[in-house]
């Protein structure tokens, strides 16, 4: 069973346990998440979050994320990116944003978590990703010049290489809670920076 390390809500180091464990009685712990954006395509990638996943199944996400394990940095969280895209990308290379505070609260799952996010510059294109089975349904591109309109609740057009769809802010994870705490906006205003 994988070892987490778990914190206070100052995020004091406190131990270790179980993933189970962690998310049984709620405690704190990291995670990381990495938005991957084209600078030459001006686009941003969107994951489809697979069927499966017990937090936000079929919504979009970051690029990737995952839960960092015991003794790891936040830097090793870059290793999501490979697991679940089969991308190779250096931390050195990408704008780390600072951790935010997710909090999602479920029947049978508690979810207490320190989100490190990064945006990381690629030149992959679509048809570049190997995506992990069940963890990641697909991958779209949201053009940057739609990110505002998507913040603001309009419906926008995202596409993968095989699939076009139409989406509006309600159709990405934890949406309510992102949008309140200015999430979204940050690391999408952040990456138009970039472009």
């Not at 945006?119 to 779209?140: M, W």
Request: proline share 3%.
């Amino acid at each position: 069973m994988e070892q987490i390390d778990f914190f206070d809500n100052h995020f004091n180091h406190m131990g270790q346990t179980s993933i189970d464990e962690i998310h049984q009685q709620g405690l704190w712990h990291q995670t990381v998440a990495c938005w991957l954006y084209n600078p030459l395509k001006k686009v941003i990638y969107l994951q489809l979050r697979g069927p499966k996943n017990r937090i936000g199944a079929n919504t979009f996400d970051a690029s990737s994320s995952g839960h960092l394990s015991a003794g790891e940095t936040k830097e090793d969280g870059f290793r999501e990116l490979y697991e679940e895209l089969g991308i190779l990308a250096c931390p050195q290379q990408a704008d780390y944003l600072g951790y935010y505070l997710n909090v999602v609260h479920l029947p049978n799952y508690i979810n207490n978590e320190f989100c490190h996010i990064y945006i990381v510059p690629t030149q992959k294109t679509l048809t570049d990703f190997v995506l992990q089975k069940g963890e990641v349904s697909n991958v779209f591109e949201l053009n940057i010049t739609d990110a505002d309109n998507l913040l603001n609740g309009q419906e926008i057009n995202i596409s993968s290489h095989n699939e076009k769809r139409n989406i509006t802010i309600r159709h990405m994870c934890a949406y309510r809670e992102r949008l309140d705490n200015g999430y979204y906006k940050k690391v999408f205003d952040r990456i138009k920076e970039k472009v």
